[in-house]
């Protein structure tokens, strides 16, 4: 981890964002936010998908009870169809950073693209492994899909969301030929896409 790569003065509050769920197949995609306390220093924080499963849920309690602020933010199914994915995703992370109780100096955001802010605001391509608070933003969301994807396992059992999380693995695509798709699938995204166009033909 290299924080030293953006030098800031100690007072500084810096904002770390980042998402989970841009490429699955169902459920919403997911931001967070995180201004870290500079008094409390957290180890072992990471990308969160090098993290084992163990280790990002208890560095999840630890983040929300150590950091300065921290807030979470979603863009729906829906919303994901009517903007594009990449879109819903810049919603969800300015809601995470609307929903701070601490207003940032900055807003660091991992990859490429900025959500619309108030907030100076910087996009660091792979920051999740160079900036401490991108990377317990990349666990907060991480951890907070995870569940509600293991929600949607416990009222859609014949789809193992708690296992694939929505992703299109080999069981997802199995269970969507077998069971059909669900309203928490996205609809823009194939193989749900081209399933709504072939019934549209039949029918």
Same mark, same amino acid.
């Given at each position: 981890?290299?924080?030293?790569?953006?030098?800031?003065?100690?007072? +500084?509050?810096? @904002?770390?964002?980042?998402?989970? $769920?841009?490429?699955?197949?169902?459920?919403?995609?997911?931001?967070?936010?995180?201004?870290?306390?500079?008094?409390? *220093?957290?180890?072992?924080?990471?990308?969160?998908?090098?993290?084992?499963?163990?280790?990002?849920?208890?560095? +999840?309690?630890?983040?929300? &009870?150590? @950091?300065?602020?921290?807030?979470?933010?979603? &863009?729906?199914?829906?919303?994901?169809?009517?903007?594009?994915?990449?879109?819903? =995703?810049?919603?969800?992370?300015?809601?995470?950073?609307?929903?701070? &109780?601490?207003?940032?100096?900055?807003?660091?955001?991992? $990859?490429?693209?900025?959500?619309?802010?108030?907030?100076?605001?910087?996009?660091?391509?792979?920051?999740?492994?160079?900036?401490?608070?991108?990377?317990?933003?990349?666990?907060?969301?991480?951890?907070?899909?995870?569940?509600?994807?293991?929600? *949607?396992?416990?009222? *859609?059992?014949?789809?193992? +969301?708690?296992?694939?999380?929505?992703?299109?693995?080999?069981?997802?695509?199995?269970?969507?030929?077998?069971?059909? +798709?669900?309203?928490?699938?996205?609809? =823009?995204?194939?193989?749900?896409?081209?399933?709504?166009?072939?019934?549209?033909?039949?029918?």
């Amino acid at each position: 981890m290299d924080d030293d790569l953006i030098q800031m003065p100690p007072d +500084f509050l810096v @904002a770390g964002v980042d998402e989970a $769920g841009r490429g699955p197949l169902a459920g919403p995609v997911v931001a967070a936010a995180v201004i870290l306390d500079p008094l409390k *220093y957290i180890d072992s924080l990471a990308d969160s998908k090098v993290l084992s499963e163990r280790k990002r849920d208890s560095l +999840f309690e630890i983040i929300k &009870a150590d @950091a300065l602020s921290w807030s979470v933010g979603m &863009a729906s199914v829906e919303e994901i169809d009517e903007l594009n994915i990449l879109q819903a =995703t810049l919603l969800a992370m300015q809601r995470a950073v609307n929903g701070l &109780a601490i207003v940032p100096d900055q807003v660091l955001v991992d $990859g490429n693209c900025l959500p619309k802010l108030l907030i100076p605001a910087q996009a660091i391509i792979k920051g999740d492994s160079k900036v401490k608070a991108i990377s317990a933003a990349s666990i907060l969301a991480k951890v907070e899909r995870d569940k509600i994807m293991v929600d *949607y396992y416990q009222q *859609y059992p014949d789809y193992s +969301f708690h296992r694939h999380k929505g992703y299109g693995t080999k069981q997802h695509l199995k269970e969507l030929e077998q069971f059909g +798709f669900l309203s928490i699938h996205r609809k =823009t995204f194939n193989p749900v896409r081209t399933m709504i166009l072939q019934q549209k033909l039949v029918g």
